[in-house]
């Protein structure tokens, strides 16, 4: 049997069960955002999350810059979501013998202005030529008092979210759409051109005026365009400092709203009921979407790497995020505007290509 | 400029000048086998260390139980390297869709049994499908009341290995040498025959036995042969125990004595002596590179992947292991039979191919 005929889920939780806690200083083992290892009165975080080319990137609109950043902010999410402080980095890179010295000096420049962003320093690593495709890895160690978990959910605990879902993919489906059909320079108009230019000069590290051209010339206004791309491209993990005194359950979205709710219930043992009305969508969402033709709903429900916080909390408290939904016994389902059930189950992107 | 144009060493050096010591309580940060955190009244020690397809393994001899084993092994090497207890391990990996469940299962036999033989507990992970060639990583977290660095020699100190060295490079040679030109079974004798079915039940984890009717039928016997292979499919990390009181500089020797030394002396600002006749060579290794029409010393020198430990102590204490020179004011020089000096630099495997 291949692994596409497994799935990451069901591979994770078979390598799981094989390594149950063994020992008791460790608090919580494989399965969550980060592990948890108890260090004296206070808990060591520790998480890695690798990036490979060609499933979590794509050189031909991404640039190093961007890379070295979103590898950073991917673990931070890791840690922001036990409810810690991220501390120390260790990178892990394999890359080609003909890759430019400049491209690992902007992969470096991306990570020194995240770490600086997130407080980190970093500690170590490892480097290694690569016959193919490059593969990044990074490890990230931070600290908590009290970790949160994604077992702690309660029944009528309220669901949260720290801001709106779906830019990530929507930046990508963008950047996939339009990179492969770049309109030259000189087909636009004298004011595009102007408008182009300034573009240019503001985003020295990044590549997003690529996409300018043809953009602004079908009538997406860059300010719409922008923030989707700096979202997919850049993202900024979200501190729960705001509400983590508060949280019963956190994990990070970073494969899609209805599957990491999903592990967050199985974990929890108890089922969810969020309302389609109450989903955070930005208003470069629904601009963009409308322009690909798609849902905007169905890049939130599903999209992936939005790598904002799902957290659940008291109902009686006042939490400073959004709220979308209940925690409940066990049925899982959308309510839609007209107060119709669906049922709904883990969508969202599998390693291993089980679904999407 | 490429990469293959800078090496490994100088663009590691560049890196490690960007992100000097940020915090207080990083005790040693980028540069030795692993890092350094201050924790309460002891210290964390943290490493991470990669393996690519096509790089550090190749899949047509490797069996996927001596990956996992060796993934790990070279991990704990680096943390014995600190002078500390290896305890917490992180596994990345990449593998595409196309690699089998039984693989998976079989790496992670190889895993269970070195955190079993090193006494670590396995505590997260990520894992991706990959577009191209398998990329394996670890992040292994270990402790030590007192850290031995790569910069501690002193003038005097003598030098000493853990042992016999360039086993593992002259096991990877009769690999690459014997394992594209198998010789078919039918073309052996019955006495043969015998023996390689025997070598084939005993070695069940394992693709060694694809050797034995080609070896066996030129005269290099299985009992001369499997150490060197083991050694470098299946190498076991050696624990510094024994002698750590004593140390005052480790490092281990993953890239080549000569490779590794330097970096030592380089570290602790001091030369070296070694001598040629003191350089431990196995009985194994004299054969197979009399059979290969090699110099066995030259693999010893320089021939990467012992992991061995490569120490310096006080002259005046009782250490065991074996002595091998002593470390200068900043000549660095191997001394032959007849009394001979000759300079030594930095000689062996760099990653981005500068030499080798």
Not at 148 to 173: E, H, N, W
Not at 207 to 223: I, Q, R, S, Y
Not at 255 to 276: F, N, P
Not at 302 to 323: I, M, Q, R
């Amino acid at each position: 049997m291949r692994l596409s005929q497994i799935g990451e889920l069901s591979l994770l939780e078979q390598i799981r069960k094989r390594f149950e806690k063994q020992s008791r200083t460790i608090i919580v083992g494989i399965g969550d955002d980060a592990a948890v290892l108890k260090q004296g009165d206070t808990n060591l975080l520790v998480t890695t999350d690798m990036m490979v080319e060609g499933i979590h990137f794509d050189l031909s609109f991404t640039t190093p810059f961007q890379l070295g950043f979103k590898l950073v902010s991917v673990n931070v999410s890791d840690i922001y979501a036990m409810g810690g402080k991220p501390s120390y980095l260790l990178l892990s890179l394999a890359m080609n013998n003909y890759t430019e010295k400049s491209f690992i000096d902007k992969f470096f420049d991306g990570v020194q202005r995240a770490i600086k962003l997130y407080g980190i320093s970093l500690i170590g690593g490892d480097l290694s030529s690569s016959k193919s495709l490059m593969s990044l890895s990074a490890t990230l160690i931070g600290y908590t008092k009290r970790h949160i978990q994604r077992s702690g959910a309660r029944v009528g605990d309220k669901i949260y979210v720290t801001g709106p879902l779906g830019d990530s993919a929507c930046g990508l489906m963008l950047l996939k759409e339009k990179i492969k059909k770049p309109v030259p320079f000189e087909n636009l108009n004298a004011m595009q051109r102007a408008r182009c230019k300034e573009l240019r000069a503001k985003n020295k590290n990044s590549l997003l005026f690529a996409l300018c051209p043809k953009l602004l010339k079908e009538g997406l206004p860059w300010k719409v365009v922008e923030p989707l791309l700096r979202r997919h491209l850049i993202p900024e993990a979200r501190d729960p400092k705001e509400f983590v005194r508060y949280a019963t359950a956190i994990i990070d979205i970073s494969d899609g709203l209805l599957i990491d709710l999903s592990r967050l219930c199985d974990e929890s043992k108890v089922g969810a009921r969020i309302y389609i009305e109450k989903i955070p969508v930005s208003y470069e969402l629904k601009k963009a979407a409308s322009y690909l033709g798609i849902s905007p709903i169905k890049l939130a429900l599903s999209g992936g790497e939005d790598y904002e916080l799902l957290f659940t909390a008291p109902a009686n408290k006042k939490v400073k995020a959004l709220h979308i939904g209940e925690i409940t016994e066990s049925e899982r389902v959308i309510i839609d505007s007209s107060g119709r059930k669906k049922a709904f189950s883990a969508e969202g992107y599998q390693h291993f290509g089980i679904q999407r």
